[in-house]
């Protein structure tokens, strides 16, 4: 029943969004009652903290399993960023509502900082295999990963703001540059000296 | 007298903490009564969202003041930085309260991303700058200015979070590694050869 209830959700929230989501509406495209849904949701509010949760975990499973198959540190982590685009554009409505309505206060604390911990702990093991291969530089891994995945969610943000002038693609390719290279000139590529930062 | 209210909340918050606040306590240190401070506030939280709005107003006047008497952009961006880091500091009870409470709701919108638009808007110009004298790589400059306040604020969240084990010091420089150069190995410095990203 949950699930039945949850996917009908997740359809009716790319479909129509979650505000006009009605409870009724969802109720028969899950082929049960209203009453069946309170048995399983204490209301709407709380139907959207559970497919939050929910799409969280979907969500780490496609992000761990784009770094499976081999390959070098930089080809999994960039088919790791991949399958976060693929995966904001797939369920674009609800990461707007979850965006507009940020702060959602659960018993794990606000749901964007927990999501976010969680992608970093994630993402940690790859970026310390980076450093052992020498692919990336030594850096405290911790930070790093915090960094990226603070990064890759305030530009899916940015594009969500203003995505009538940018595509998600500009904004990954963006990302990916100043993640690997930084601000500075890289040494060769148009003859600027490298300067240290101070 | 809302002035006078006004730096006697600063005082109080950071000695006490915005929540242990009392309005009493607040009136008789500003030197007025408690009906005088709802002249000017509709309550307590209120008297935060206004704390937070002249705050920022104070935070953007000293990192423009910190980019001017010359030196080289990047000396310029660290100075900024250094401004953003010192103000933190200086009213570290304020921020952690901001941070706890992050979805502070205006008709400005969410405060949190409407400072933090604001205070892209103010770095971009150094970024251009940067970009036309060939200290930066040549980059989307809004893009740039938006990445590098948000990395900062969420250092700043990183820090609050885990103070104890990290200073904002310690984070500080990891950050300006990171924006300056990136993830990848910084060719010559280790014999990487500075594999592109993908």
Known sequence: ?????????????????????????LAEAAGVSVG???LYFEGKADLFVQ?????????????????????TVLERLARRFDAYTDFVLENENGFRYF????????NKGRLSAWALDQHA??????????????EL?????????QAIVALLQHFV??????????SLEQIRSFSDQLI????????????????AAH
Chains 1, 2 share one sequence.
Do not use: C, H
């Open 157 to 166: 943000d940015v594009w969500m703001a203003d995505s009538d002038n940018r």
């Open 180 to 195: 690997a290279f930084g601000i500075l000139p890289v040494p060769g590529t148009r003859g600027a000296g490298g300067e």
């Open 36 to 38: 069946t849904f309170y």
């Open 99 to 106: 965006r507009d309505s940020d702060a959602v206060d659960t």
């Open 137 to 145: 530089r030594v850096m405290d891994a911790e930070l790093l990963a």
């Open 51 to 71: 497919l939050v949760l929910d799409d969280t975990v979907r969500l780490r499973k496609r992000l761990q399993e784009a770094v499976e198959g081999g390959g």
């Open 1 to 25: 029943m949950r699930v039945a209830l949850m996917e009908a959700a997740r359809r009716l929230v790319a479909d129509v969004g979650f505000p006009n989501l009605r409870i009724a509406e």
């Open 121 to 134: 702990a994630d993402l940690r093991p790859l970026l310390e295999e980076g450093m052992e291969t020498g």
